[in-house]
């Protein structure tokens, strides 16, 4: 099932339980990170969100609720973020532009994406296939942008080539909050960026010189 999932909330004032959410994702984020999903009470996020126990259960009904809000609004605010990409234009510039905006919103919302692939496997099974679905969902933004430069005629490439391609610049852009402990010691994030670019690129145009010389050998 892939469908949003209902938090029921006893609270009927939309704006208090959207405010009262916020407070508890803010502090179940860094309580996750800390000491994980399972070590981590609901009277702890009740006080790192600055209100009572009693006051959590009116806006949630279990600790699992919370985890699932915070692995949706993790992804609906990258979605929301990678929507600024110029995913129409088709050239390489604009690929490679696109990778460092993923790229800096990775690192921007580093300490968010490391909890959500640290307790994503919390989630219950209603739960998680939606939650995977939104991130199929954004990989397929990378691949609108691949197929526009096929399409321009700045890339040949085939269709399970254009999907690869898309989930590998996703999961590198995730990867710098995965190794940031052995990554910052070495690079700032403007390096990495560039460094993964560079060898991105490096493998696309080697790619491409593979199939072109296959072309000219299967016309010699």
Same mark, same amino acid.
């Given at each position: 099932m892939n469908k949003k999932r209902t938090v029921h909330a006893s609270v009927k004032d939309e704006r208090l339980v959207n405010m009262r959410r916020d407070q508890m994702i803010r502090g179940a984020v860094s309580l996750f990170k800390e000491k994980g999903f399972h070590r981590t009470t609901t009277r702890e996020i009740a006080q790192a969100a600055g209100f009572s126990i009693? $006051?959590?259960?009116?806006?949630?009904?279990?600790?699992?609720?919370?985890?699932?809000?915070?692995?949706?609004?993790?992804?609906? %605010?990258?979605?929301?973020?990678?929507?600024?990409?110029?995913?129409?234009?088709? $050239?390489?510039k604009s690929l490679k532009l696109g990778i460092a905006y993923y790229f800096n919103i990775m690192n921007e919302m580093q300490d968010e994406v490391l909890v959500m692939y640290q307790e994503a496997k919390s989630l219950s099974k209603d739960a998680l296939p939606y939650v995977l679905k939104k991130e199929v969902e954004m990989v397929g933004m990378f691949e609108t942008?691949?197929?526009?430069?096929?399409?321009?005629?700045?890339?040949?490439?085939?269709?399970?080539?254009?999907?690869?391609?898309?989930?590998?610049?996703?999961? %590198?852009? %995730?990867?710098?909050?995965?190794?940031?402990?052995?990554?910052?010691?070495?690079? $700032?994030?403007?390096?990495?960026? %560039?460094?993964q670019i560079d060898l991105l690129f490096s493998g696309i145009e080697g790619f491409q010189s593979q199939l072109k010389e296959g072309e000219l050998y299967e016309h010699s």
């Amino acid at each position: 099932m892939n469908k949003k999932r209902t938090v029921h909330a006893s609270v009927k004032d939309e704006r208090l339980v959207n405010m009262r959410r916020d407070q508890m994702i803010r502090g179940a984020v860094s309580l996750f990170k800390e000491k994980g999903f399972h070590r981590t009470t609901t009277r702890e996020i009740a006080q790192a969100a600055g209100f009572s126990i009693g $006051t959590l259960y009116e806006y949630i009904r279990s600790k699992e609720d919370i985890l699932y809000l915070v692995c949706d609004r993790i992804y609906d %605010q990258v979605r929301a973020r990678l929507e600024g990409m110029d995913v129409e234009k088709g $050239t390489l510039k604009s690929l490679k532009l696109g990778i460092a905006y993923y790229f800096n919103i990775m690192n921007e919302m580093q300490d968010e994406v490391l909890v959500m692939y640290q307790e994503a496997k919390s989630l219950s099974k209603d739960a998680l296939p939606y939650v995977l679905k939104k991130e199929v969902e954004m990989v397929g933004m990378f691949e609108t942008i691949i197929l526009k430069c096929v399409e321009n005629g700045e890339l040949v490439m085939e269709e399970k080539q254009i999907d690869l391609l898309a989930h590998n610049i996703f999961v %590198q852009g %995730q990867m710098w909050g995965f190794r940031r402990w052995a990554l910052k010691n070495k690079y $700032t994030i403007d390096e990495y960026i %560039q460094l993964q670019i560079d060898l991105l690129f490096s493998g696309i145009e080697g790619f491409q010189s593979q199939l072109k010389e296959g072309e000219l050998y299967e016309h010699s």
